[in-house]
């Protein structure tokens, strides 16, 4: 009787913002309401058009979304050396969120280690799909793949998929 919508944020007239997730009741088909809501402006998610970008894992009542935002999202690591990417430059990761009956509330955000991009941006190499087996988060890019541990969702492991010349073949 519950259903997860993704897509954008917008107001009143009509003027679209950042990513959003829904949870409705449906119970009554004819009236369906919305229980809660979760946005993030100037962010995007490949889940708004890609269902496979999308996980939800029942067991934890977890919901996974690739995320790209312009700038800094609140509780994302920063990096060990204290250095910050430029204002304005995207970050990505995977927005993880707990889905309650009648609640959306933010559990973390995984990254992935640096890795030279086609934008030019250090660690900016998107997320496109995730999964979990056993305890472990796995989440993956062109880059590699991040394994995380599913309750708190530290780091455990890297898998590097070749360097940035085996990515982005001479023209």
Known sequence: TRLIGIGRQADRM????GMQVSLFDVSD??????????SLTAAVSDAEFDP????YWPAARLMVVPLQATGVIAGSPVPAD???????APQ???LVLRIGSS???RVGFVTQPDAASPAGYPGYAPIERSLIIGQ???TISAAGARASDLTTLRPQGWVAFGGPQDRHPPM
């Open 14 to 17: 009509g003027h679209v913002g």
């Open 29 to 38: 088909l004819a009236a369906p309401a919305r229980l809660a809501r979760f």
């Open 52 to 55: 496979h970008a999308f996980l």
């Open 82 to 88: 204290g250095t910050a990417q430029p204002p304005g």
């Open 92 to 94: 990505s990761g995977a």
């Open 103 to 105: 609640g959306i509330t």
């Open 136 to 138: 472990t988060l796995w």
